[in-house]
């Protein structure tokens, strides 16, 4: 499944400072005894969930991310200065691993709430100044030892988008169209049933702050349960959504086929692979009305909904030519906005009594 967003970046804690091999001299104090100070701590490394950003795209070209070492121990009981830590902003929902030895890969956290911190890299701390070691014994110590080092890490970031709304329907109906119409995704588009093989996910920006993501699914057909076409299994992907969109191919090319028909084999095909997402709020979108005489446009819609009892929403586009797309987005916005600040639904897999789909 492609929902993942993913960057692999390399970052450094600062290591710690050495301490400082020095002794007190003053003219009327022959003996002033050591005074060499620590060194300061090297910066560590940390996460920050931030829920105002929403992609790991920054990190795909700021890959290294190196905090300062610890200043070095000074004379006169001075101690070399720490430095700063620094925080690495993330999308809430990240999944941090650690991929270092290039074989294993171990999750360190993930990021689930806003203004969580998660140290990802420790500074070394500052070593020891000589006056560490004075003892009664040894009034003149000559020792010092080195900073600890800091910490490195090579770690991978995943993000796993969800998205707000699901395209349904059968292959060709034209929901590749749809998403490359109304959002940045780009997928494969072709005059052929099951062009889309996996998943696309698109971002659809209504305004300054205001967008939803939509997921385009492989098409569906009669039998999808009994692993006709496809199979049905893609319709996992559509569970944590808040709106399905059914795209019906309102001008099939084949004069046989009867978009009633299709659109109730897909209702059903939905029924049987889970109830509950049957149930989901769901709209009908007829598309290719382009294929379709304008002055015949509005009575051909109204006998698809009369036949198929349908009394939820209704739209008709045209995904090619991008006629009734606007109050389709804006329609869209309105129903899943409401839920953008919610946390998301749980993935089925862990409810007790979901079904079991693989
Ligand atoms: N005339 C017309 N053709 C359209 C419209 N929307 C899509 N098509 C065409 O229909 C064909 C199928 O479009 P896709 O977007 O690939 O359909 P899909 O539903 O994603 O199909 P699968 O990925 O196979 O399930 C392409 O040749 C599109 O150009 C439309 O509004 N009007
Ligand atoms: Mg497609």
């Not at 101690?79 to 941090?96: H, N, Q």
């Not at 500074?123 to 003892?135: L, S």
Request: glycine content about 12%; hydrophobic content about 40%; some cysteine.
């Amino acid at each position: 499944m492609k929902f993942v967003d993913e960057a692999l970046i390399d970052v450094s804690a600062g290591h710690g400072g050495a301490g400082c091999v020095s002794f007190r001299r003053e003219k009327f104090i022959p003996f002033g005894g050591p005074n060499g100070g620590d060194g300061g701590r090297g910066g560590s490394v940390w996460a920050i969930a931030d829920r105002n950003i929403n992609t790991l795209i920054d990190y795909r070209y700021a890959r290294r991310h190196d905090a300062k070492n610890g200043e070095q121990g000074r004379g006169s009981d001075q101690f070399g200065a720490a430095s700063p830590d620094i925080e690495l902003r993330m999308p809430v929902g990240t999944i941090i691993s650690d991929v270092s030895d290039g074989e294993t890969s171990v999750v360190l956290v993930e990021l689930l709430e806003h203004g969580q911190r998660a140290l990802l890299a420790k500074g070394g701390d500052g070593g020891f100044g000589n006056m560490h070691f004075k003892t009664s014994t040894n009034r003149s110590p000559r020792q010092k030892t080195p900073g600890w080092p800091g910490e490195a890490k090579k770690l991978q970031l995943e993000l796993r988008v969800l998205a707000d709304v699901g395209l349904l329907g059968m292959p060709n109906a034209g929901k590749s169209t749809l998403i490359a119409a109304i959002s940045n995704a780009r997928p494969k588009i072709a005059d052929y049933p099951f062009t889309t093989l996996h998943p696309n996910l698109g971002v659809v920006r209504v305004g300054p702050e205001r967008s939803f993501v939509v997921a385009d699914i492989p098409g569906l057909i009669e039998g999808a349960s009994e692993g006709a076409g496809l199979g049905h299994q893609f319709l996992r992907h559509l569970q944590r959504t808040r709106l399905l969109l059914h795209i019906v191919d309102a001008a099939p090319f084949d004069e046989g086929v009867d978009p009633v028909v299709q659109a109730r084999a897909i209702v059903a095909e939905l029924k049987k692979y889970d109830p509950k997402l049957h149930a989901k709020p769901r709209w009908l979108v007829f598309n290719k009305l382009d294929m379709v005489p304008a002055e015949e446009r509005e009575a051909r819609v109204k006998d698809y909904v009369r036949r198929l009892r349908w009394k939820g929403p209704v739209f008709s586009i045209s995904a090619l030519a991008r006629d009734g797309l606007q109050p389709l987005v804006e329609a869209i916005y309105k129903h899943v906005a409401a839920f953008q600040h919610e946390a998301p639904l749980p993935d089925p897999r862990f409810e007790a009594a979901a079904p079991d789909h693989g």
